[in-house]
């Protein structure tokens, strides 16, 4: 039995479909200095102050990892943390407006290499991408679990 094409694997095509937007994605948030999930962390911050918590829940991130992130944030001026007078244990992270400002750069750059990446998409091809990229399972607990 001959074996499959690459391409004809949906695994291997997402795969290296997605090493090469990646790198792409990484290339243009570069030119910030910054690296994709500093521009996650930012993009997550930008609606309003959060929970440390919450944030690492959002982004399906272990809480340690993320406390990496934030603090090369932090040190770099782009957000700051503070102790929840309510809660001491909590602590509420936010966007300084240094990181309004780098995200500013980060979404030009990131909206470039978007229109380059998927500019042979229409719009409602795009937003089917979406979809169904949000239907592919990454974590087989859930999956496992029936979520």
């Known amino acids: 039995m001959a074996a499959a094409h690459p391409n004809d694997r949906l695994g291997f095509l ?10 792409r994605i990484r290339a243009a948030v570069a030119v910030t200095g910054l ?5 996650m962390t930012l993009m997550q911050l930008a609606p309003g102050a959060t929970s440390q918590r919450e944030l690492a829940a959002t982004m399906e991130i272990d809480p340690s990892q993320l406390v990496a992130v934030l603090n090369e944030l932090e040190s770099a001026g782009l ?5 929840d007078p309510a809660d001491r244990r909590r602590h509420i992270v936010e966007i300084t407006p240094a990181g309004k400002e780098a995200l500013g750069h ?8 978007e229109r380059e990446l998927f500019g042979n998409l229409t719009e409602a091809e795009q937003e089917l991408l979406r979809g169904l ?9 859930a999956h496992e679990c029936g979520e």
């Open 35 to 39: 690296h994709p999930r500093h521009a």
């Open 14 to 23: 997402l795969s290296f479909r997605g090493e090469l937007t990646g790198a």
């Open 79 to 83: 957000c700051e943390r503070r102790r």
């Open 106 to 113: 980060i979404d030009q750059a990131v909206s470039e290499a």
């Open 133 to 141: 990229l949000d239907r592919v399972v990454v974590d087989r607990a």
